[in-house]
């Protein structure tokens, strides 16, 4: 392939996402100026819309329903291919049909998150009143705005509540969030590798992703749509530094060690002459096919500022008082970037505020990605307290 025909596979490749995020692929939820959503920076935001895919059928009474919640690069197409990638869902070993979250049992929603690329209203969206990206005039998205999305998508489809909020990782975050926003709507909850609270070093890592991003002199403060280019560069180095703390020092040995990328000769220069380089490299730059640039900013924005305890004193216990919610929380060995003892946390202010909680710890090598992976141990668990669940429920 020559340069030029990469460049444009590149430039149709950008159309294609450029086209995904006001015009996607699956189904979409549209909400006029007379229903804004209120976030938490204070503004309004209308007219907006939410992507969404579902799965499986509603039954007659409304009480299948499941939601899943998507980490910072997922998005709706949880066990379905994906229009950009052709890949497969994100989370079909875990979604489908005798799978943990059987399809032929529950109706399964999952959205595209606020400030996200695929569809739902994000830096990438259409601007009616600029008749331009909304690039960084969109207002910062909090976690709790998400969910305030999901919760309007979840009324538009006239589903009174949910049986299960699941998700790993962000995908856990809003898990919560939704337990502790609305209590009464949510029969079970599974958060996987996550935690109540991002950690310093989260945030800081996902500081250094923003300044690369931003760095990039095609990043044109944000207006790079606007002037038909992307910060391609930037944004790569941004996948890569965030996919280190996806894995685990162990498959980092086991899968690349220091095996050289070319047999045992050194390059004696710079263009990669470990495996795992190459590796990240191959990460950053199928990432940014995928993936807009502000909206990486947008989505580990709202990581950073989660705060579950902050709207209760400080008291983490005090977001699920009173719950009636039942949770199964997991953690993996592992994972360094959500380790267990965020986990420990979120389950021991459960147990304060008396909610019926379980929790495993899982033995994995594969780090905070696992929740994604093949894990047997992890299926077996979460079908299990689903079946308790829906035996409880009824259904």
Known sequence: MTTSDTIETGEATDALRRRQADEPTSRVA?????????????????????????????????????LVCHALTGDQYVASTNPLTGKPGWWELVVGPGKPIDTDRFFVISSNVLGGCMGTTGPASFNPATGKAWGLDL????????VRAQAALIDHLGIPDLFLVAGGSMGGMQVLQWASAYPDRVFAAAPIATAASHSAQNIAFYEVGRQAVMADPDWREGRYLDFGVQPRKGLAVARMAAHITYMSEVSLHSKFG??????????????????IESYLRHQGSTFVDRFDANSYLYVSRAMD????????????????????????VMSFTTDWAFPTRDSRVIVHALAAAGAKVSFAEIESDRGHDAFLRDEPEMHAILAG???AAARARGI
């Not at 209308?46 to 009474?61: H, M, R, S, V």
């Not at 207002?139 to 705005?145: C, E, G, M």
């Not at 220091?258 to 495996?275: A, E, K, P, S, V």
């Open 30 to 66: 549209r909400f006029g100026t007379d229903r804004p959503l209120v976030l938490d920076a204070g503004l309004t935001l209308a007219p907006w819309q939410i992507a969404y895919e579902t799965y499986g059928t509603l039954n007659a009474a409304k009480s299948n329903a499941v």
């Open 139 to 146: 207002p910062v998205i909090t976690i709790a705005d998400m």
């Open 258 to 275: 220091r095996r050289l990328q070319h047999g045992d000769t050194l390059g004696y220069g710079f263009d990669g002459d470990f495996q």
């Open 305 to 328: 500022y989660f705060d579950l305890a902050a709207d209760h004193g400080g008291v983490l216990a005090g977001a699920f008082r009173g719950t009636k919610t039942r949770f199964c």
């Open 385 to 387: 307290f689903i079946d």
